[in-house]
């Protein structure tokens, strides 16, 4: 479940939501999209601003960036600051549209060594926050 948020840059408050309820990723092998939606709490809030947007990995995920930039669901595309680092992405200036069901995506794989433990991805969107759950796939042949 999100959280709701409010920035100085948003006067609408809004919050955001997994964009799915599970993703599998397999060890080694392709990409995958993890995401969250951005809604309105209220009907006559919804509106348009911009925030600042962090994105998490565990240290123990098993996960990494397959690349540094965040997609919308309109396909604009945001390059990480510099402030970044290899488990944590950072987006300043990020256009957060609670009225038009906005979905947020960034691009993970799974190491060849990642073990098949539950994971997740942590996102912030101005103040609010939710982890998108991934499982990582078992590559036992047994």
Do not use: W
């Not at 060890?27 to 962090?54: F, H, K, N, W």
């Not at 402030?83 to 944590?88: I, K, L, P």
């Amino acid at each position: 479940m999100g959280t709701s948020g409010l920035t100085g840059e948003i006067d609408h408050p809004f919050t955001i939501t997994p964009s799915s309820e599970q993703l599998t990723v397999v060890p080694g092998g392709e990409p995958i999209r993890a995401g969250v939606s951005v809604e309105a709490l209220g009907d006559g809030d919804a509106g348009t601003g911009t925030a600042r947007v962090v994105i998490g990995l565990g240290p123990e995920s098993g996960l990494t960036f397959s690349r540094s930039e965040l997609t919308d669901n309109t396909g604009a595309t945001y390059p990480a600051g510099t402030d970044s680092r290899a488990d944590t992405l950072s987006f300043d200036a990020v256009t957060i549209d609670s009225a038009s069901n906005q979905e947020l995506y960034i691009e993970l794989k799974a190491a060849e060594n990642a073990s098949p433990e539950p994971s997740a991805v942590t996102f912030a969107v101005g103040s609010a926050t939710c982890s998108v759950p991934i499982r990582i796939e078992s590559t036992d042949s047994d």
